[in-house]
């Protein structure tokens, strides 16, 4: 089993910065190496992906995040980051961490996660 905390969200005002953690920890000794991912849903809308990270450490980004949001894991410590500069109004969101220890890719898709956190509230204001 792989359990996922979210720490990190906040309210901030338009063009701060915020840096969201998730820790992953792993019960069992089946496979470790998670392929990971960072999504965000707001109300009234689907939830959908912001940045992920593979197995070989390749990111991927939703466009309207590219340039201001960086995705990195730290694997000693089974921690997964979301740096997150120059924030929008439109980033305002519960923030779900994503994992699976099967997954090969690094799509923006949910559906390719097995393990999800509690999620992180992120409030961007004007």
């Known amino acids: 089993q792989v359990e996922l905390v979210e720490s990190g969200g906040g309210s901030v005002q338009a063009g701060g910065s915020l840096r969201l953690s998730c820790v992953a920890t792993i019960s069992d000794n089946k496979n470790r190496n998670l392929a990971q991912g960072w999504f965000r849903q707001a109300p009234g809308k689907e939830r959908e992906g912001v940045a992920t990270i593979d197995r070989g450490g390749q990111t991927n980004y939703a466009d309207s995040v590219k340039g201001r949001f960086t995705i990195s894991r730290d694997n000693a410590k089974n921690i997964t980051y979301l740096q997150m500069n120059s924030l929008k109004p439109e980033d305002t969101g519960m923030y779900y961490c994503?994992?699976?220890?099967?997954?090969?890719?690094?799509?923006?898709?949910?559906?390719?996660?097995?393990?999800w956190g509690q999620g992180t509230q992120v409030t961007v204001s004007s």
């Open positions: 994503a994992a699976d220890r099967y997954y090969s890719g690094f799509a923006l898709r949910a559906a390719a996660y097995a393990y």
